[in-house]
């Protein structure tokens, strides 16, 4: 996440005028609520090395156990806190993703696709693998939401760790949103970083989602029409543009358009000035 807030911040100096900052904090103030931050995950560590956030009902809580930890874990490695009481919660997180098979949940894969790359990318290459499998799998490939992802993704079968990935599982028919497909997104940039060669076309689909379901204003909204239009309950619900909602949209074509030249699969550059994709621009403005 750490690079995708600067990879954000580069795109919105280079694509808009310059104007006025506001007031200014601390350094001190600054690390002093990170510090807070920190230790207000450490207390919600469980014994096992896990994190589970409560009030959603058992079985979403129990759904989403290794994402959760997931969050919790990424939140930490970027803190950078010196405290070895962090760095222990860390490796405890840590033990509890790679003690569980890999979690069939979008939120769950983007996120452990980042937790493991920054820990270490060549150390975790087959699980990072996996997980990258399970979001090829789990986007939309045909209809109105193609190139769009729901929260449940193709699980691997059972063997996968003892005889490999075999072909892409198949996406479900619920519902795709913009919540979901960011995530899926920023799982693949960090796999394909790690080194997996996501194909192609999951990025062309991804892109032509975006730019496709980018309002007039240059905003998003939480739904797609295409998702309003696939789903026949979903048809006079509005899903009006939001400054969150338009972030998740603005922030992923843009890490889409830089990915699709890549041709080594670990690394993208910031876009020059003069060639900043007007889906970015728009979503910025």
């Known amino acids: 996440m750490r690079n995708a807030a600067c990879f954000l911040l580069a795109t919105a100096l280079i694509c808009?005028?310059?104007?006025?900052?506001?007031?200014?904090?601390?350094?001190?103030?600054?690390?002093?609520?990170?510090?807070?931050?920190?230790?207000?995950i450490l207390d919600k560590q469980a014994e096992d090395g896990s994190w589970r956030f409560t009030g959603r009902g058992p079985e979403k809580e129990k759904k989403w156990l290794v994402g959760q930890?997931?969050?919790?874990?990424?939140?930490?490695?970027?803190?950078?806190?010196?405290?070895?009481?962090?760095?222990?919660?860390?490796?405890?997180?840590?033990?509890?993703?790679?003690?569980?098979p890999p979690e069939p949940q979008t939120y769950s894969a983007g996120l452990v696709e980042q937790v493991l790359y920054w820990d270490s990318a060549s150390k975790h290459r087959k699980l990072i693998g996996a997980y990258a499998w399970m979001l090829c799998g789990g986007q939309k490939r045909d209809g109105l939401e193609m190139g769009s992802w729901s929260y449940e993704l193709p699980a691997p079968p059972a063997d996968w760790a003892r005889n490999g990935l075999r072909q892409f599982g198949t996406a479900t028919g619920a519902r795709s949103d913009n919540s979901n497909s960011q995530f899926g997104i920023l799982g693949l940039v960090y796999a394909q970083k790690a080194g997996y060669q996501v194909p192609r076309e999951v990025w062309v689909r991804a892109r032509d989602y975006y730019v496709g379901g980018q309002h007039a204003s240059g905003g998003w909204g939480y739904l797609s029409e295409g998702t309003?239009?696939?789903?026949?309950?979903?048809?006079?619900?509005?899903?009006?543009?939001?400054?969150?909602?338009?972030?998740?949209?603005?922030?992923?074509?843009?890490?889409?358009?830089?990915?699709?030249?890549?041709?080594?699969?670990?690394q993208f550059n910031a876009p020059k000035s003069n060639d900043c994709p007007d889906t970015v621009r728009n979503g910025l403005s």
């Open 16 to 40: 808009v005028p310059a104007s006025p900052l506001p007031a200014q904090v601390s350094r001190a103030e600054v690390e002093d609520a990170i510090d807070q931050g920190v230790q207000l």
């Open 69 to 100: 930890t997931a969050l919790a874990v990424l939140a930490l490695q970027h803190a950078r806190s010196k405290r070895a009481e962090a760095h222990l919660a860390i490796k405890k997180g840590m033990s509890y993703i790679l003690q569980h």
């Open 228 to 266: 309003r239009q696939a789903h026949p309950k979903l048809k006079n619900r509005a899903s009006p543009e939001s400054m969150n909602m338009t972030l998740a949209g603005t922030f992923p074509i843009y890490l889409v358009e830089y990915m699709l030249p890549d041709t080594r699969h670990r």
